[in-house]
Structure formats: structure tokens, C-alpha cells
Nanobody, 113 residues
Framework: QVQLVESGGGLVQPGGSLRLSCAAS????????MGWYRQAPGEERELVAN???????TYADSVKGRFTISRDNAKNTVYLQMNNLRPEDTAVYYC???????WGQGTQVTVSS
């Protein structure tokens, strides 16, 4: 059974940082294409960043240079480091195994002064 458990969300001021974690079980993040998505109220879910098994990463234009996706194979965990956060980054962030129906429960990120 595949489980993805996100953590690390919260309230942060503009310009601040957060690191999201996605602890996986039932799959190996080292051989999977993992992604972080987000969904703001009234908006469609969008892919923010992903990393394939070879370590290649891609980012949405809106987060390039501010967000970094990484993984720790020993901990079977994927991370999303978010720096210089903006109010428009406010959303529920989800971890997923791309091209599957495996999703985490989501973690809320709110950027506000």
C-alpha cells in the first residue's frame, strides 16, 4: 500500500522560507518520478516541481530560482525548499508519484503579513 505523508506547511510572512517534506512508503522515491503540486482556492491544481529517478528536476516558471525539490533516498523522503515566499504561493501543497493516482493528503501553506 502506497502512502505519501506531507508535513512542514504553515503560516509565513512574505520573503520567508518553508521546507515541505513528503515521507513515502510502499514505493521508493529513488526510482520514481516525484512531484509537488499546489492548489489555491478556486484554482486548478498545478505542478510546481518534479524530480525523476535520474535526479533531473523541472519547475514551474512561477517558482524557478525560489523553490528546490530534493530527496533523501535513505529516508525515502522528498522535500520542497521554498524561499522568498510570496502571497501568491498560498495554497495546499500535495506530494504525488507522477502518472499515478498516488497523492498525499496535502499541507497548507499561507504567505501573509
Amino acid at each position: 500500500q502506497v502512502q505519501l505523508v506531507e508535513s512542514g506547511g504553515g503560516l509565513v510572512q512574505p520573503g520567508g522560507s518553508l521546507r515541505l517534506s513528503c515521507a513515502a512508503s510502499g514505493i521508493f522515491v529513488s526510482i520514481s518520478t516525484m512531484g509537488w503540486y499546489r492548489q489555491a482556492p478556486g484554482e486548478e491544481r498545478e505542478l510546481v516541481a518534479n524530480m525523476n529517478s535520474g535526479g533531473w528536476t523541472t519547475y514551474a516558471d512561477s517558482v524557478k530560482g525560489r523553490f528546490t525539490i530534493s530527496r533523501d533516498n535513505a529516508k525515502n523522503t522528498v522535500y520542497l525548499q521554498m524561499n522568498n515566499l510570496r502571497p501568491e504561493d498560498t495554497a495546499v501543497y500535495y506530494c504525488s508519484v507522477l502518472r499515478t493516482n498516488y497523492w498525499g493528503q496535502g499541507t497548507q501553506v499561507t504567505v501573509s503579513s
